[in-house]
């Protein structure tokens, strides 16, 4: 049975930091697009960051340079490092998987995506 497990988040202030992780279980994270999206109170669910073609990286531009995608195939687990939080970050964060790869130009929409974690949630204080 495939299962994506989203752990991590929280509350935290301002300019303050939190990892997620998101564990997969039933298959090999390293032969799939991995992705991280999030869905604030009342907005859609938008594509954060996702591991392309060619071991890249994609990421949203408005978290650019203080998200961090990374994974431990060993694990199974991908990760999202996120620094310098902002009030606009607050929403659930949820880990996602496509089998294959894919290119930066189709990392959304979300219907994308075969399989889903349930969720975390962050919460940004000022």
């Known amino acids: 049975e495939v299962q994506l497990q989203a752990s991590g988040g929280g509350m935290v202030q301002a300019g303050g930091s939190l990892t997620l992780s998101c564990s997969a279980s039933?298959?090999?994270?390293?032969?799939?697009?991995m992705a991280w999206f999030r869905q604030a109170p009342g907005g859609e669910r938008e594509i954060i960051s996702c591991?392309?073609?060619?071991?890249?990286?994609f990421y949203k531009d408005s978290v650019r340079g203080r998200f961090t995608f990374s994974s431990d195939a060993a694990k199974n687990t991908v990760y999202l490092q996120m620094n310098s939080l902002k009030l606009e970050d607050t929403a659930v964060y949820y880990c996602?998987?496509?089998?294959?790869?894919?290119?930066?130009?189709?990392?959304?929409?979300?219907?994308?995506?075969?399989?889903w974690g349930q969720g975390t949630l962050v919460t940004v204080s000022s």
């Open positions: 039933g298959f090999a994270t390293d032969g799939y697009a």
């Open positions: 591991s392309v073609i060619d071991d890249s990286i």
């Open positions: 996602a998987a496509k089998p294959g790869v894919i290119t930066s130009t189709i990392v959304s929409p979300a219907s994308k995506y075969d399989y």
